[in-house]
């Protein structure tokens, strides 16, 4: 018979598995309650907001969006309470027939100036560069930027502008609600909401000058012009991967406020149409937004930890590793539920959610270090 101090129970190894496991579940509980907290604390618009009072200037920058453009203009020329309207669209040097489509969706509506992109200067990517050619055209204090594979509800220019004043805000970022169809989108796409509402103080947020507590998305935000100028305009993230998130900070570093808000009811957005599109999409920005290699490794590791090691503890009987399982699915389902994503059963994968995330930090760093970075038929620097 072995003793008690041989016993594998009681061993260093076992126990401090035990400790690992432990400590996952508790950070997966952690994330877990503060994902309820966000969801409530989650600014919402109005389903049925006043008419703006004054000029809302949508800007919409295009490159080889054919198929994509026609839609999401006619809807944002479908929105209510929005009396005086201009939409600037930039064609940023398509070859797939996008200012053909623009033209033909615009039928002569006044409210449509079709703007034709200049030169890529130096030292600039191309979407901050469209957007800074549409500001610089637009004549309303307000500006929605507006990605061409966003689709609105009548109602998301005014309900947008409404957050933005309503709450004394100089940008807020309504997010979509993110359609993911095929099984890799399944697995990925949830993560976006999932992410801030799991792990970013949202009232904290919007107020802090503090770039780690920034968030925005780009496919749909609105925005003080003045605001925007006394930020530096888009020439301050010009170089920025994640213009969107970076933006945000900027408002903030000159003393304004700013964050997302619910847009569930607002717009949805397909960004990726399956694995290849997902994979190099990701590959762009997330070496962007993970900061440096070591806080790319470090952040990947503490997503196994918190999320993947409790649910292989689990499947080994540790009920330590099923609470931290449970946990970590209960912040997944209250994320889509109010987010409008699906709960079940894309939340019970949050585990292999989490490693093909993690798969696709490490292939973002490679391609960046290697120069293998492209996007819309532009190396990125």
């Known amino acids: ?33 503060h994902t309820a907290v966000n969801a409530a604390l989650l600014r919402r618009p109005l ?22 453009v026609g839609p999401c203009l006619r809807a944002v020329l479908a929105s209510t309470g929005v009396p005086d309207l201009e939409v600037l669209v930039l064609d940023d040097g398509s070859t797939d027939g996008t200012a053909a489509e623009v033209r033909e969706v ?16 130096p030292g600039w990517l191309g979407k901050p560069h469209a957007l ?3 500001a610089a055209a637009a004549r309303g204090p307000v500006l929605v930027c507006l990605d061409a594979d966003v689709r609105l509800a009548p109602h998301a220019l005014a309900a947008s502008v409404d957050l933005l004043r309503r709450h004394g805000l100089d940008l807020v970022s309504p997010y ?3 359609v993911a169809l095929t099984v ?6 949830p993560l976006l909401q999932w992410s801030w509402l799991a792990t970013l103080p949202l009232r ?11 968030a925005a998305n780009g496919q749909l935000m609105a925005l003080d012009a003045a605001a925007l100028r006394r930020a530096g305009g888009f020439a301050a993230v010009r170089a920025e991967v994640l213009d969107d998130v970076a933006l945000v900070r900027a408002v903030k570093a000159a003393g304004g406020r700013g964050g997302v808000a619910d847009g569930t009811h607002l717009a949805t957005c397909r960004m990726y149409d399956g694995w290849p599109a997902l994979r190099d999409g990701y590959a ?28 292989l503890a689990a499947l080994g009987g540790s009920r330590a590793g099923l609470l931290g399982w449970a946990a970590a699915v209960a912040s997944r389902v209250v994320a889509a539920r109010r987010t409008g994503g699906r709960a079940w059963p894309d939340a019970l994968g949050h585990p292999a959610s989490v490693v093909v995330l993690g798969s696709l930090v490490v292939r973002s760093w490679r391609l960046r270090r290697a120069g293998g970075l492209a996007w819309k038929g532009r190396s990125l620097p």
């Open 1 to 33: 018979m072995s003793s008690p101090a041989s016993s594998p129970t009681s061993s260093p190894t076992s126990a401090a598995r035990r400790w690992v496991v432990r400590a996952g579940s508790a950070a997966a509980v952690v994330v877990a309650g």
């Open 47 to 68: 389903a049925a907001p006043p008419a703006v009072a004054e000029r809302v200037s949508v800007l919409l920058p295009v490159r080889d969006e054919a198929g994509q």
């Open 106 to 121: 615009a039928d002569d509506d006044v409210r449509v100036r079709l703007l034709a992109g200049g030169p890529l200067p």
């Open 132 to 134: 800074h050619q549409l």
């Open 176 to 178: 979509p609600r993110q």
């Open 184 to 189: 890799a989108e399944r697995l990925v796409q």
């Open 204 to 214: 904290l947020a919007e107020r802090s000058p503090r770039p780690s507590l920034s």
């Open 284 to 311: 762009k920005s997330l070496w962007s937004a993970t900061g440096s290699p070591a806080a790319a490794a470090g952040l990947v590791a503490g997503l196994l930890l918190a999320f993947v090691v409790p649910p």
